[in-house]
């Protein structure tokens, strides 16, 4: 019997990909196929395992090796750093300025544990140089109480360096080095300059952790501290799946057979629809769209990542997944216990209301599981293919290993695909004509 569903070893995520590879492709010739067995393609998964280690092992890569090596993540001066700005019991508020991974990451994560945040510290991550909402973030802070903290590796990242020379206004000289706060490169760029010049507390992201990765680093790592989350556990968690990689024969490995499967599906199913089954991971579906269609999306290959939110979106986009275009891949993300499940009550006396009747006794958390399995099981009844991503619960071990379980599918699937999962050409390009438009005008 073939195996489609595993614990990732003693992390707690749990891969099903029994609704994804069972379900047929049409081939050129308009046959159906079926995913051939993960032995086939073994050659080709140990030449791409051994070229994208290999990168990781010349620490060409950070993010792989980052749960283990504290000199990668910056842990250590991170938690420090973090400390002592809540000791000081000073600030209220973070401003967080940062784009693209810059923000996406601490976003997703903050969002998702909010509830296990220990500090009072609230958060507001500007990601998008927008006056109106600009001003109306600032209209509701204090300077003497928010903490301003900058997020650009290069120190080139236009929508970023613009708000901090504003936000530096609004501090005023008087408060930069106890307000403000860089993370950056340790050794260039405009951002290290200046902050060296400036003498502003400073953490670094490792050179060789880029941008929709570095949440392994202080970028993520930073605003986790503030809000009292473990960093420890977050680690473990993305450390617990690295060694299932490490440990486990890749054609055992159902990162490797997911991500070959979405391969050879490409060309009918090019669209990758990312679906929690949680509003607190919500975000994760915005954090996988950055992080699948940046790495991926190069040399006229790729997909196209949509986020959606189950349940809510059952009354958007299920039609559409069921009965449009078989052009998606549906990837669901569901927590399997909750601390609270809140219990649907009985109403007072007899009721005739037969759908208040059938909700009688039963639970939301059993409700929203309930209806994920529904809507994975018409989606399979329409031969739509679909997998899930199940945590044991929201926690920073779970999260650590949902993040590292994503970023690998992604470098693991890029390196089969023959792309670079680590560069952004596109981005770098638009970079070049805004520098141009700028010094033009």
Known sequence: MTVTATRLGSSPITLDWSNFIRVPTTTSTGAKAIAPDSQTYLHEWTEGWEKLRGRFMRNEIGFYNAPIDPELSQIEATEALAAQILNSKQFTDCLFLGIGGSALGPMSLLSSLQEHCKTKMRFHICDNPDPIDWKATLGRLSPDHTLVCAVTKSGTTFETVAQLLIAMEWLGKNRLKSHLIAITDPAKGDMKAFATQEGLATLHISAPIGGRFSVF???????????????????????????????????????????????RQANQRSIHVCMPYSTRLRLIGDWFVQMWGESLGKDGKGFTPLAALGATDQ???????????????????????????????????????????????????????????????????????????????????????????????TAMTGTLMNVNPFDQPGVEEGKIYTREALMNS
């Open 217 to 263: 680093s202080p970028v993520g790592l930073f605003p986790a501290a503030l809000a009292g989350l473990s960093l420890s556990e977050f680690m473990l968690g993305a450390k617990q799946v690295r060694d299932y990689i490490e440990k486990t024969p890749l054609e055992k490995n159902p990162i490797f057979i997911i991500g070959q499967e979405m391969i």
């Open 315 to 409: 009354h958007s986009i299920l039609q559409l997944l069921r009965d449009g275009p078989d052009d998606k891949i549906t990837m669901f993300l569901t927590v399997d216990q909750v601390e609270d499940e809140v219990k649907i009550p009985k109403l007072p006396g007899p009721t005739s209301y037969a759908s208040f009747k059938l909700l009688e006794g039963h639970t939301l958390q059993e409700l929203l599981l309930t209806e994920y399995r529904a809507t994975s099981l018409v989606l399979t009844k329409g031969g739509r293919p679909n997998l899930t991503l199940r945590v044991d619960k929201l926690d920073e071990r779970s999260l650590g290993a949902l993040f590292f379980t994503f970023s690998f599918l």
